[in-house]
C-alpha cells in the first residue's frame, strides 16, 4: 500500500514538474497545442502570468519529493497528504473554473494518492 502511495506521489510530482516547465518555459510555443481552447493570441500577453502559476506547480513538485525524503514514517505521510491535499484542491477548483479534464489529469491521481496514504495510516 505504502510503495504504491509513494509511486503516485512521484506521479503527480512528475506532472507538476512537467506543469512547471509548461507554463515557464514552453507557455507561447508547445503549451499551444497542450490548450487548445485558450486563445492563440493570448499566449503572448500571458507569459507572465502562467510562469508565475508554473512557479506554484514547481513549488508542489518540490513539496511532494521532500514528503519522500523526510526519515520519521508518521510525517513523511502528513507531509505527503498536505501537499497532495494541496493538488487535489486546485484540480477541484480547476475543474469547475477551467475544464473537467483537469479533474482527471491533477485532482484524480493526487486523490488516490491521499486514499493510499490513509489506508496505510489506518490500516
Given at each position: 500500500m505504502l510503495l504504491a502511495a509513494k509511486l503516485i506521489i512521484c506521479l503527480v510530482a512528475l506532472l507538476h514538474f512537467y506543469?512547471?516547465?509548461?507554463?515557464?518555459?514552453?507557455?507561447?510555443?508547445?503549451?499551444?497545442?497542450?490548450?487548445?481552447?485558450?486563445?492563440?493570441?493570448?499566449?503572448?500577453?500571458t507569459k507572465?502570468?502562467?510562469a508565475n502559476q508554473g512557479l506554484y506547480n514547481g513549488f508542489l513538485a518540490l513539496g511532494l519529493i521532500w514528503s519522500l525524503l523526510i526519515k520519521d514514517p508518521e510525517?513523511?505521510?502528513?507531509?505527503?497528504l498536505f501537499f497532495l491535499g494541496c493538488v487535489s484542491v486546485a484540480g477541484i477548483y480547476g475543474a469547475f473554473t477551467a475544464s473537467k479534464k483537469i479533474f482527471t489529469i491533477q485532482a484524480l491521481p493526487a486523490l488516490l494518492g491521499i486514499g493510499l496514504l490513509l489506508m496505510h495510516f489506518f490500516l
Open positions: 506543469f512547471l516547465w509548461l507554463e515557464m518555459f514552453a507557455w507561447t510555443t508547445k503549451a499551444k497545442k497542450v490548450f487548445r481552447k485558450f486563445p492563440e493570441e493570448l499566449f503572448e500577453p507572465t502570468l502562467a510525517w513523511q505521510v502528513y507531509v505527503a
